[in-house]
Nanobody, 123 residues
Framework: VQLQASGGGLVQAGGSLRLSCAASGRTFRLYYMGWFRQAPGKEREFVAAIRWSGGSTYCADSVKGRFTISRDNAKNTVYLQMNSLKPEDTAVYYC?????????????????WGQGTQVTVSS
């Protein structure tokens, strides 16, 4: 499975961005798709996840109510709609794919990773 993330950029605080993650290859084997982020000097952290089949979604408390994860199975693409962005949301955002029903909020659960896309929120 290959993942291609896109949609990052520079936005002012309070603005919005939508990230996309296109999956190719054996996507029928996927269980969760997730977004993680890593700010300079910090560890990579969980942002949101979605079950590939069924569509149940999960978000970190820090983004709940502002970020929404969704998917388009026909396009093999997962989206992260980010609204009301804050400077502390600045990070490189990574999409990831998990083949099994494991802890969706843990980095180690994911088998495939995209290349990351930079999101910068100015104050």
């Amino acid at each position: 499975v290959q993942l291609q993330a896109s949609g990052g950029g520079l936005v002012q605080a309070g603005g919005s961005l939508r990230l996309s993650c296109a999956a190719s290859g054996r996507t029928f084997r996927l269980y969760y798709m997730g977004w993680f982020r890593q700010a300079p000097g910090k560890e990579r952290e969980f942002v949101a996840a979605i079950r590939w089949s069924g569509g149940s979604t999960y978000c970190a408390d820090s983004v709940k109510g502002r970020f929404t994860i969704s998917r388009d199975n026909a396009k093999n693409t997962v989206y992260l709609q980010m609204n009301s962005l804050k400077p502390e949301d600045t990070a490189v955002y990574y999409c990831a794919a998990d083949r099994g029903d494991t802890d969706y909020f843990k980095l180690a659960a994911y088998d495939y990773w995209g290349q990351g896309t930079q999101v910068t929120v100015s104050s």
